[in-house]
């Protein structure tokens, strides 16, 4: 079953949601981005589709991505 991958980095002064082929938002905080790639992903995991999400962190590390079902 195919998957979608999101990501929250940090971009300069602000933070923004990533993906395949995209980049939007421009977020103050990185809670604030956080909260809508949540909303975004219940859209795929609402129709059963997995979502890999990885949050970068303040000090910029990545860690692994999370598993949402």
Known sequence: MAEVHYGVVRVGNYWSIVGEHLRFGHYATQHQATEAVSRLAEQSTGVGMPVLLAVQEE?????????LS
Do not use: R, V
């Open 59 to 67: 000090d910029f590390t990545l860690p692994p991505p999370t598993l």
